[in-house]
């Protein structure tokens, strides 16, 4: 079992930045895919962003066309944390964000939130103009 805690959510204004973190405790996420989805109220849940942690590298990463380039994933094994780093922020990423891992490493089906079998509870952003 792996438990996944966020945080690092809150109100910023637009152009803003800030860090969301997603914690793994009860095993290593070693070689699990990661990811981060958002859902605002109304909407469907989707793909943020994705990593495939690599052993000597920061891994392989993807992003959703309307994050790349803003966001930024990344993974720090020690510490068994993945981040979200959030630049530039716009009013339409106001939404809840939530951490997930696929123990089964899919990665040619990253953006996929049915294949994710462990998440957390979610941490609010919210952009103001």
């Known amino acids: 079992q792996v438990q996944l805690v966020e945080s690092g959510g809150g109100l910023v204004q637009a152009g803003g930045s800030l860090r969301l973190s997603c914690a793994a405790s009860?095993?290593?996420?070693?070689?699990?895919?990661m990811g981060w989805f958002r859902q605002s109220p109304g909407k469907e849940r989707e793909f943020v962003a994705a990593?495939?942690?690599?052993?000597?590298?920061?891994?392989?990463?993807d992003y959703a066309d309307s994050v790349r380039g803003r966001f930024t994933i990344s993974i720090d094994n020690a510490k068994n944390t993945v981040y979200l780093q959030m630049n530039s922020l716009k009013l339409e990423d106001t939404a809840a964000y939530s951490c997930?891992?696929?123990?089964?490493?899919?990665?040619?089906?990253?953006?996929?939130?049915?294949?994710?079998?462990?998440w957390g509870q979610g941490t609010q952003v919210t952009v103001s103009s």
């Open positions: 997930a891992a696929d123990s089964r490493s899919r990665w040619f089906n990253r953006r996929d939130s049915s294949q994710y079998d462990y």
């Open positions: 009860g095993r290593t996420f070693s070689g699990y895919v």
């Open positions: 990593i495939l942690p690599g052993v000597w590298t920061g891994g392989t990463t």
